[in-house]
């Protein structure tokens, strides 16, 4: 059997979970990882995984999942409030823990089995690609390696109309909360939950006319974040924002016709993106690199049937997330009409938006709720 050279360009969770599964499975692949950005540097405060989520780990790698799960936040409930009013649902839990600390988590793991990712190293021309048995395209929604391919992949992007901001805030929320406020301007969202023991997590959403009446656009990044600050203010109770590279964006969802291209394979953002709200991204990239390894060790030498087997295994099952994803990326882009329900009936539209608790399954995790 020949020993294989990999390239992963990207050192998020899909690239070091990959780059683990491979070089502690067989030792004697060369396995690099590359990542332009420094070492501890990462965008965003927090990683949310709802409550089973993370099941597919415990079976298939308990030794990540002991890891991972004991520097976590959970809770067992989700709050809606909408017009000052805190609706309560039992039943729906979710577990978060700082991306930072998530990554760095990972990087533990894979120095364990002598692979250490070179930071601040840029992948910018084909060349730099070649060379390698197999290049895994784990660097993002802007994916160089993917684009460095032209149309080969078939890759389709569409930008959402809402406008989202990614801060942080030391208040910490007893559940996972969706907050909805109106002002002057129009109507914001935030997703809020704590992800370690001193922060949370904190997404400011607003639809595109209240993002342009608000008058955004001419503000710089700390007069949004100011002016986010007194949306919620009731919500912060005094605690301040806390930014990181927070400022407005259009989330992006892309999707590929084709996954592998020769010798090259789309892992995580780089093959598709699943909105935010329904908290399954991270879940994705780590199960892609489950499968993609699996399929790896089954066909070895045979990389071009190693990337069909994990493509005809894996796109069924991702397909189904990401539309749950799409239909709950249509509700939050719609949230300004629903928020034309009372408080109970808002909360019943947003626990049904992605399409995957319909409400006899409600009745069975959500009691309480469901019975007033």
């Given at each position: 059997?020949?020993?294989?050279?990999?390239?992963?360009?990207?050192?998020?969770?899909?690239?070091?979970?990959?780059?683990?599964?491979l070089?502690?499975?067989?030792?004697?692949?060369?396995?690099?990882?590359?990542?332009?950005?420094?070492?501890?540097?990462?965008?965003?405060?927090?990683?949310?995984f709802?409550?089973?989520?993370?099941?597919?780990?415990?079976?298939?790698?308990?030794?990540?999942?002991?890891?991972?799960?004991?520097?976590?936040?959970?809770?067992?409930?989700?709050?809606?409030?909408?017009?000052?009013?805190?609706?309560?649902?039992?039943?729906?839990?979710?577990?978060?823990?700082?991306?930072?600390?998530?990554?760095?988590?990972?990087?533990?793991?894979?120095?364990?089995?002598?692979?250490?990712?070179?930071?601040?190293?840029?992948?910018?021309?084909?060349?730099?690609?070649?060379?390698?048995?197999?290049?895994?395209?784990?660097?993002?929604?802007?994916?160089?390696?993917?684009?460095?391919?032209g149309?080969?992949?078939?890759?389709?992007?569409?930008?959402?109309?809402n406008?989202?901001?990614?801060?942080?805030?030391?208040?910490?929320?007893?559940?996972?909360?969706?907050?909805?406020?109106?002002?002057?301007?129009?109507?914001?969202?935030?997703?809020?939950?704590?992800?370690?023991?001193?922060?949370?997590t904190?997404?400011?959403?607003?639809?595109?006319?209240?993002?342009?009446?608000?008058?955004?656009?001419?503000?710089d990044?700390?007069?949004?974040?100011a002016?986010?600050?007194?949306?919620?203010?009731?919500t912060?109770?005094?605690?301040?924002?806390?930014?990181?590279?927070?400022?407005?964006?259009?989330?992006?969802n892309?999707?590929?016709?084709?996954?592998?291209?020769?010798?090259?394979?789309?892992?995580?953002?780089?093959?598709?993106?699943?909105?935010?709200?329904?908290?399954?991204?991270?879940?994705?990239?780590?199960?892609?690199?489950?499968?993609?390894?699996?399929?790896?060790?089954?066909?070895?030498?045979?990389?071009?049937?190693?990337?069909a087997?994990?493509?005809?295994?894996?796109?069924?099952?991702?397909?189904?997330?990401?539309?749950?994803?799409?239909?709950?990326?249509?509700?939050?882009?719609?949230?300004?009409?629903?928020?034309?329900?009372?408080?109970?009936?808002?909360a019943?539209?947003?626990?049904?938006?992605?399409?995957?608790?319909?409400?006899?399954?409600?009745?069975?995790?959500?009691?309480?709720?469901?019975?007033?």
């Open positions: 059997m020949k020993d294989m050279k990999i390239l992963v360009v990207g050192a998020g969770p899909a690239g070091l979970y990959l780059a683990y599964l070089k502690r499975r067989l030792p004697a692949w060369q396995v690099r990882v590359v990542e332009q950005n420094p070492r501890d540097s990462t965008f965003g405060f927090g990683v949310v709802s409550d089973r989520a993370l099941e597919f780990l415990r079976g298939d790698d308990a030794e990540t999942f002991e890891r991972i799960t004991p520097a976590m936040e959970a809770w067992t409930n989700l709050t809606v409030v909408h017009r000052g009013v805190p609706v309560v649902i039992d039943g729906i839990g979710f577990a978060a823990i700082g991306r930072l600390r998530f990554l760095q988590l990972l990087q533990q793991q894979l120095a364990g089995v002598d692979v250490v990712p070179e930071y601040e190293t840029s992948i910018g021309e084909q060349e730099q690609l070649r060379g390698y048995d197999l290049v895994v395209a784990a660097d993002g929604a802007n994916s160089f390696v993917r684009r460095s391919r149309e080969a992949f078939g890759t389709r992007v569409q930008h959402l109309q406008k989202f901001s990614w801060y942080g805030t030391p208040k910490l929320f007893d559940t996972l909360t969706q907050t909805f406020v109106a002002n002057q301007h129009g109507v914001f969202n935030a997703h809020h939950y704590r992800h370690s023991a001193h922060m949370s904190f997404v400011v959403e607003c639809d595109p006319l209240t993002w342009e009446q608000a008058g955004f656009a001419a503000m990044e700390a007069a949004t974040l002016y986010c600050q007194r949306v919620f203010a009731d912060l109770e005094g605690q301040p924002l806390v930014s990181n590279k927070s400022i407005w964006r259009n989330f992006p892309l999707r590929n016709a084709r996954w592998s291209v020769g010798n090259t394979v789309l892992l995580g953002d780089a093959q598709r993106t699943a909105h935010f709200s329904i908290g399954s991204g991270t879940r994705l990239a780590m199960e892609d690199a489950i499968a993609l390894a699996k399929s790896l060790f089954e066909f070895k030498n045979d990389i071009p049937l190693a990337l087997s994990f493509e005809a295994a894996r796109r069924t099952i991702v397909e189904k997330l990401v539309a749950a994803a799409d239909a709950s990326a249509d509700w939050y882009e719609r949230f300004p009409q629903h928020m034309q329900l009372a408080p109970r009936e808002f019943w539209s947003y626990i049904q938006r992605s399409g995957r608790i319909d409400p006899e399954k409600l009745r069975k995790i959500a009691p309480k709720f469901v019975g007033g």
